[in-house]
């Protein structure tokens, strides 16, 4: 029976070129079911693990929580882990920051599905149609703010925020450096909103 430690506030630690190493062949050793070497990675990785989530949770209750759940999912689909592809603590904080955009993600849907329970039971006479043309209609300006950023722009905007990579990952994947995919991250998102501002 895996005995899983709790992940306590503990700030991000840099991890030296040894530690990324060490991360890659106990990860290898996790995915054949060593629980000694879980244990070892656990204690390596759980700092910038919490660390990267507490940035995008905020709330440290929450972030404790998502932490011990990436490090279970972690000891589950450590055999998923493909080292040709990058490095584990790579691939470990790609599963952190997907997890963490998911919380976040589902904790503003249903903070907005209360909204709207609580708008209906004041307006029972809604008409839902004219809630999905609204969606529709956010949507589509969407659509057509996104494409009023450069292709840079767009590309750094859409693999950020709509397919949950991180600013390094961005950078990694369009061949950039990463001040510049920040850069254009930046202007695009004031783009965006300069554009979504203008259609309220």
Known sequence: MLRM?????????????????????LLLLVAGGDQKAFEDLYGL???????????????????????????????????????????????????????????????????????REAWRAHHPAFDQVTEEVEAGLEREWVRVCLDRLTDLQRQSVTLAYYEGYTYREVAERLSLPLGTVKTRM????????????GVA
């Open 186 to 197: 930046r202007d695009g998102l004031t783009r965006m909103r300069e554009c979504l501002g």
């Open 5 to 25: 430690p709790r992940v306590r506030g503990q700030a991000p630690c840099g991890l030296g070129e040894g530690d990324l190493v060490e991360a890659d062949e």
């Open 45 to 115: 990785v759980s700092g910038p693990v919490f660390g990267l989530v507490r940035r995008v949770v905020r709330d440290p209750a929450q972030s404790e929580e998502v932490a011990q759940e990436v490090l279970l999912e972690l000891w589950r689909s450590a055999a998923k882990f493909d080292p040709g592809r990058g490095s584990a603590m790579s691939w470990i904080l790609t599963l952190a920051h997907r997890r963490a955009v998911d919380r976040v993600r589902s904790a503003r849907a249903a903070g907005e599905r209360e909204q």
